[in-house]
């Protein structure tokens, strides 16, 4: 296990903090709902509930989110979220990093501000690495849990399928054990790329359509190895439905149901978590039958671009990416304007 993340330094810390710009405009990321005696809304079934704790952790004064698109948590119990700064916080980074408890660290990463996505975490060689989807950049990067880049691709030309750099807008990775890379085009020409763990293209396969082996707009991606062997899991976001391949590229089989939008996956002890872009979070079980739906919102139409009072405790509006995290409770971040990140702490 790595050493816990270094705290933020003082004196960058105070200048972050002095350099914000028109707190007032923006409600500050302080959340209470933690502490004893406060009620909380309480969502779930069938032995699987969860508190909510909507805007979980704490920013400086003066700094906010905005759209909030990714969500991990490392080996120390950190947590990271990915955000596109809201135009009005001096908060320009694109990662944020908090203690378990929910203590701001530090962020990093100004560079993917415009773009900021995909966000994965992975294991190699005892060491844990970030992969970032970009789709503004048209990249894919590999660092560190610091930001430091290790590699960083950019459109796959060599497989043939792209005219241009603009029919390429990678959403999300995904690792399978052995450090093969998968990248997933979700909002460009709906084909998922294979590299080598070295970042070398391998194969890309699928394609836009409905048909099987096809995907349109593939927005997360999984090695699921909750069975037998690894799968990859696609979330076919426009197809409303989970399309499974083999790690080689072999289309299988899909699930179809109690899906509306899926957006990207997390599993733990043979559940499937499935962040829903229309306004709730599932759970699905080993074979993939619904465990329950959690905070079902309805639609988010009209709502993700209200201010914060506008949102129904209890109630997700557009839940982006979730992860389990070591406790099994779970953290959902959310495709709303003003940002949001909700932690579902687990109560049985």
């Known amino acids: 296990m790595n050493p816990p993340v270094p705290f933020f330094p003082r004196r960058k810390f105070i200048k972050t903090a002095m ?23 309480v969502v779930g079934e069938s032995g699987h509930n969860y508190e909510c704790i909507h805007d979980w952790g704490r920013l400086p004064p003066g700094l ?13 119990g950190c947590i990271y979220i990915m955000q596109r700064p809201h135009a009005t916080s001096a908060l320009r980074d694109a990662v944020v990093v908090y203690e378990p408890s929910g203590r701001f660290i530090r962020s990093w990463g100004s560079e993917y501000q415009a773009g900021a996505h995909g966000l994965h975490l992975a294991w190699e060689n005892g060491q844990e690495y970030f992969y970032l989807a970009d789709p503004v950049l048209r990249e894919v990067i590999k660092t560190t849990l610091t930001g430091e880049i290790v590699w960083r691709r950019g459109c796959p030309f060599e497989s043939g399928c792209y005219q241009s750099v603009e029919g390429y807008k990678p959403t999300n990775i995904a690792t399978a054990p052995d450090g093969t890379v998968f990248v997933a085009d979700g909002y460009g020409s709906n084909y998922i790329h294979i590299y080598g763990p070295d970042g070398s293209y391998v194969k890309t396969f699928g394609g836009t359509g409905n048909k099987l082996g096809q995907l349109d707009c593939p927005h997360g991606i999984l090695v699921d190895t909750r ?9 076919d976001r426009r197809n409303h439905r989970l399309h499974y391949f083999s790690l080689s590229g072999e289309p299988l089989h899909l699930v179809d149901q109690e899906l509306r939008l ?5 599993q733990r002890e043979g559940m499937l978590l499935i962040p829903d872009l229309q306004s709730r ?35 997700f509006v557009a839940p982006h990416s979730a992860i389990f995290d070591r406790d099994g409770n779970i953290f959902v971040v959310e495709w709303v304007e003003v940002g949001r990140v909700t932690k579902l702490r687990r109560i049985t």
């Open 19 to 41: 350099t914000a710009s028109a707190a007032a405009l923006i409600a500050p990321y302080v959340r209470s709902g933690e502490k004893s005696g406060t009620r909380l809304p």
């Open 64 to 76: 906010a989110y905005g759209v909030t698109h990714g969500v991990v948590q490392d080996a120390a």
């Open 227 to 235: 069975g037998p062997k690894p799968l990859l899991v696609v979330a």
């Open 262 to 266: 899926p957006c990207h996956f997390h």
């Open 281 to 315: 979070v599932s759970l699905f079980d080993r074979d993939n039958r619904l465990i329950t739906h959690l905070g079902d919102g309805g639609d988010f139409k009209g709502i993700r671009d209200q201010p914060r009072s506008a949102f129904t405790p209890g109630k």
